[in-house]
């Protein structure tokens, strides 16, 4: 008996062993990047301060590098209008091959670079009773992570309590995130980005008084 089932065990704990692995090398790989953007930001902020496209867009290269870092060919992709340009269109179909959906509830990952126009979560795949892991994921773009109206949020993952005060959200998102906390199990998982820095936000989060 021991000798037909130890295979079977060695296979799945190199099958484990394999999967630890890749999940270590993407977050490191987005660590990586993250700091690449970071230090980007950095220097393009040194460098003037005022608008110029070019390093607007060099900006954003860190910021799709991670999404091909999350992306495959089988991970359908929402860009709103402004993250939507031809260039990054592009450079994602030809990195990783994921194709570009038109309509966001048809996306598991969605980039919102202009938040105060962008859709309800609830317009967003929220999966199903039975399979809430199929729902979307929004990397959402915000003008700074704090100085804004401020959340009280707690939750799995959040000790007590703890304020989060993102910049550049429509006013009707409070609501919004109490709504999705409420369609638990499904529902979308956030992900806030400003310069390098990221806050995630899961659907169990709870919007407090």
Known sequence: MLATTFPWRANLLLAAAYLLLSLLVSLLAVLIIEL???A????ADAVSVEHHPLLGRAKDIGSAA???TLADADTNVWLDAAAGTPELAAHLAF???CPRVLQPEEARFAV???PAAMPPLSAFDQGTASYPD????LIIEVAALEGGVPWTLAGPGIKDRTIFAPQGLPEAFPGWLADNRARFPMGVDLLFTCAGRLAALARTTRLED
């Open 36 to 38: 690449l953007n970071s």
């Open 134 to 137: 199929r729902s979307a994921t």
């Open 40 to 43: 980007l930001e950095t220097l």
């Open 66 to 68: 991670v999404l091909l």
């Open 95 to 97: 990195h990783c091959g």
């Open 112 to 114: 919102i670079a202009d």
